[in-house]
């Protein structure tokens, strides 16, 4: 948030991923546990418009509705470099560009050079390596950002809640209490 100079970070649980197996947690449950990390922390708000809306949680509609509630205000959405990988697969994926800028994260293992040749098609010509540049328009450009290197997914962590592993310094505490609480992510032994 501060390094792209965001006036602010919304994280935006999907009801139903169109790219994976349906969730162990309900709707419901990870809406609340998103609500639970960010809370207290200035600049992050969760939206809940992906659990209200009916279908699956594709990204260009919630984008096309962030854009109809900003005008031509920038917009960003930040994605994992995993998720970046695979996003010529992700419905209506070319109107992206017109919809926000691409904030791509990059996580250790997940590391791609951003030539313009290894971008798919309609992306090339959009990187930028100065994130200021984000601000100068609504949406059509590429950033990808380095972070602290934190070698946690998860899907990681859902692993290891399955297997009875701890995951104390992956998740704040009081989502990991509130994980515990509703014996969520346990495999169907631990759940007897």
């Known amino acids: 948030m501060r390094t792209l ?36 922390i200035p600049g992050f708000r969760v939206d809940d418009r992906e659990i209200r809306r009916s279908g699956p949680s594709y990204t260009v509609p919630t984008l096309e509705s962030f854009r109809a509630e900003l005008g031509l205000r920038p917009l960003c959405l930040i994605i994992g470099m995993d998720a970046f990988r695979g996003i010529e697969s992700w419905h209506r994926a070319r109107e992206l560009p017109q919809l926000t800028h691409l904030v791509v994260i990059q996580r250790p293992g997940w590391e791609f050079a951003p030539a313009d040749e290894a971008l798919p098609s309609w992306l090339r010509g959009r990187f930028c390596v100065d994130p200021g540049q984000l601000m100068e328009a609504p949406a059509g450009r590429l950033v990808f950002q380095e972070v602290s290197p934190q070698d946690i997914s998860s899907s ?5 809640l399955a297997c009875g592993e701890s995951v104390h310094g992956m998740l704040p505490a009081p989502v990991e209490a509130f994980i515990a609480s509703h014996r969520l992510y346990l495999s169907p032994t631990q759940r007897m």
């Open 5 to 40: 100079a965001l006036e602010e970070v919304r994280f935006i649980p999907s009801a139903i991923p169109p790219h994976r197996s349906a969730p162990l947690a309900r709707a419901h449950e990870r809406l609340r546990m998103v609500e639970i990390a960010v809370s207290g």
């Open 156 to 160: 990681g962590i859902r692993a290891a």
